[in-house]
């Protein structure tokens, strides 16, 4: 990649919450430019002037370095079909996805790069962390999940809570329990909580506003551009610096 010329960005949701976010922030990052903003619609969004796209017409778009993908399941295929068209990058959170989208993602790694992360904040990457090591001393304690996200989520557990519960079992040898609510326009918190007899402990993420899933997908989709193919980790690019 031509390390003078800016990185080339495909939002793929851009009308969404996060989508707008990363709409936004992008605007920051002189490294990075946004050249198609894609949604299910396609319909104009205020205050941007980027080249908007509907999903249908993904195949029209310009040519992009990296696809930032934040939709829905319903989406997904069809992003990650224009990124090995066009042998582009894929940063997706997309969460709810299915078991056949997550093979079809893994396969895609063969031929481009993709980093796919439940949550892009680098607090649960830290949280992801101290997870698995507090389940690895507690190996006997109820370990238990719980998540409150706002009522507009549509899959539950969320994908964080997923990822966190995945970091457990690897410590431990055991799933957790996991508990959700969906109130209000809570943007997301995840409590890990491990509990033995006659005590406690709780580790607690709260995310305070979307900015920091969008700060951390912009983030990585430079850290992805000029990669070689292969199923990337958030933590690994976070911690490369
Ligand atoms: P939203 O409902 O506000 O926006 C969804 C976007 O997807 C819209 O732009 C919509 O037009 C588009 N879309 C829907 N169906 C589509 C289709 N068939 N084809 C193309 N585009 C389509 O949702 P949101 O709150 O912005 O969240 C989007 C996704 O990101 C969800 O899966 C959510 O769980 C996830 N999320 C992930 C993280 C993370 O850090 N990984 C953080 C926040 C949200």
């Known amino acids: 990649?031509?390390?003078?010329?800016?990185?080339?960005?495909?939002?793929?949701?851009?009308?969404?919450?996060?989508?707008?976010?990363?709409?936004?922030?992008?605007?920051?990052?002189?490294?990075?430019?946004?050249?198609?903003?894609?949604?299910?619609?396609g319909a104009a969004i205020d205050g941007v002037d980027v080249p908007?796209?509907?999903?249908?017409?993904?195949?029209?778009?310009?040519?992009?370095?990296?696809?930032?993908?934040?939709?829905?399941?319903?989406?997904?295929?069809?992003?990650?079909a224009a990124c090995k068209m066009r042998k582009a990058a894929l940063v997706s959170g997309t969460t709810g996805l299915s078991t056949q989208q997550r093979e079809a993602l893994a396969q895609a790694a063969h031929t481009i790069p993709v980093l796919w992360a439940s949550n892009f904040s680098l607090g649960v990457v830290v949280l992801e962390e101290l997870s698995r090591r507090a389940a690895q001393a507690l190996t006997g304690w109820d370990a238990d999940i719980i998540e409150s996200h706002h009522v507009h989520k549509k899959d539950a557990p969320s994908g964080t809570a997923l990822t966190l519960g995945a970091a457990v079992a690897a410590g431990r040898g055991s799933a957790p329990h996991y508990a959700s609510l969906r109130a209000g326009d809570i943007i997301g918190e995840h409590s890990v909580q491990f509990t033995g007899p006659g005590e406690r402990i709780e580790l607690i993420h709260r995310a305070g506003n979307r900015d920091i899933f969008a700060r951390g997908a912009l983030s990585a989709a430079a850290?992805?551009?000029?990669?070689?193919?292969?199923?990337?980790?958030?933590?690994?690019?976070?911690f490369s610096d």
């Open 223 to 238: 850290h992805l551009a000029g990669r070689p193919a292969g199923n990337h980790r958030l933590a690994d690019l976070i």
């Open 1 to 41: 990649m031509n390390s003078s010329s800016p990185i080339r960005i495909l939002i793929h949701g851009a009308s969404g919450r996060m989508g707008q976010a990363l709409l936004r922030l992008a605007r920051e990052n002189p490294a990075l430019q946004v050249v198609a903003a894609v949604s299910r619609s």
């Open 52 to 80: 908007m796209f509907a999903s249908a017409d993904l195949a029209r778009c310009p040519s992009f370095d990296v696809a930032i993908d934040f939709s829905l399941p319903e989406g997904f295929d069809a992003v990650l």
